[in-house]
């Protein structure tokens, strides 16, 4: 069967939020590799000599979350597209209200899990760079990036890394309220007793045959 018009800008913007999920997911596991496995965020850095330290970093588990949320949305976000595409190609599948009351519940799982994500990576990074900042060794975090760090290796472009993940983040942020959206409209719409008519059902021919008259096949 074919999917609805809402289906298809539903999967758009699936596709769209597994991008951003797998790049917050990625740019985020690069940063903490970068430090030897320790969490910068809300980390604490000290100045050595002529180079930069992490003193004092987050437990582990933070950059985990926030890193496993992004990770596990993006694959869920794969795994449904393939679903679908499946469906609609191979099967005739339709998802009925408890389809859609499980995806609403998902959703809103989803806004929560990624709303949290993007406050920790706002807020984690804003104060790792005071930390950076508070050393009057650099202006900026940027500018950090280009100074030596112990061990030497030491967080390379992490500042980078890290706003693009704070930036994939809000953005994937805006796709599944979107998203929700979309949802709430197609549980409204099943809910209807006069569910809208798509181009090719009959009545919606019948209904265009009366108002234009029918319409000539071309051989």
């Known amino acids: ?58 437990a582990p588990s933070l950059c985990y979350f926030v890193a496993g949320a992004s990770g596990l949305l993006a694959l869920y976000c794969l795994l449904l597209l393939l679903f679908w595409v499946y469906s609609s190609c191979i099967e005739d599948s ?3 209200r408890i389809g859609l009351r499980v995806a609403l519940a998902i959703s809103a799982i989803a806004i929560f899990l990624v709303l949290v994500s993007a406050c920790v990576l706002r807020f984690g990074t804003s104060s790792l760079c005071k930390s950076i900042t508070s050393l009057n060794a650099t202006i900026s975090c940027s500018e950090a990036q ?14 980078s890394n890290l706003h693009n993940a704070e930036n994939s983040s809000w953005v ?34 019948s209904e265009t045959d009366a108002l234009f008259g029918p319409r000539l096949s071309h051989s």
């Open 172 to 205: 994937n942020l805006v796709l599944w309220c979107m998203v929700l959206v979309l949802q709430v409209v197609q549980w409204k719409s099943e809910a209807s007793p006069y569910p809208p008519l798509e181009s090719g059902d009959s009545e919606w021919s």
């Open 94 to 96: 339709h998802r009925g």
């Open 146 to 159: 280009k100074i030596p760090w112990t061990p030497p290796g030491t967080a390379l472009q992490f500042y």
């Open 1 to 58: 069967m074919a999917l609805s018009w809402l289906q298809r800008a539903e999967l758009a913007l699936f596709a769209a939020a597994f991008l951003c999920g797998a790049v917050a997911a990625a740019a985020l596991t690069r940063t903490q590799g970068s430090f030897s496995g320790s969490c910068p965020l809300y980390g604490v850095v000290s100045l050595n000599r002529s180079s930069l330290a992490l003193s004092r970093p987050s």
